[in-house]
């Protein structure tokens, strides 16, 4: 091999690092977008059952631009914080909360209580 092959080949070595990095530190860097918004409930738990008909749902929306509770939109803090006040009816609920991010992609957690009557 003479000198122009090695510099040839030096460069090209140079060249696939750098673009090897660029492209980890992309992936690495969106890994969280590709995943998509996620929904983190807090209070109460799935399956909790109450003997009041009012309840508190306490939870965080990551990476979400909006979250729904049964159709009907709720607000987030900065931080993804959301809380809402519900009431149930007697027996078994079903409360779905749907979190959408800014590239429409919707993510679903079904959350389901039991209130008794006594």
């Given at each position: ?23 980890g530190y ?9 995943k998509g ?82």
């Amino acid at each position: 091999m003479n000198r122009q092959d090695i510099k040839k080949t030096i460069k090209i070595s140079i060249f696939l690092f750098i673009l090897a990095i660029v492209i980890g530190y992309t992936l690495f860097t969106s890994k969280a977008f590709i995943k998509g918004p996620e929904i983190v409930i807090q209070e109460p738990q799935n399956g909790s059952t109450f003997t009041t008909s009012s309840i508190v749902i306490r939870g965080i929306a990551k990476r979400s631009q909006n979250i729904t509770l049964n159709g009907k939109s709720i607000s987030i803090d900065d931080q993804g914080n959301f809380k809402e006040n519900i009431l149930l009816s007697p027996g078994y609920n079903a409360v779905t909360l749907t979190a959408k991010d800014k590239f429409d992609e919707i993510k679903e957690y079904r959350l389901e209580l039991i209130y008794k009557v006594d």
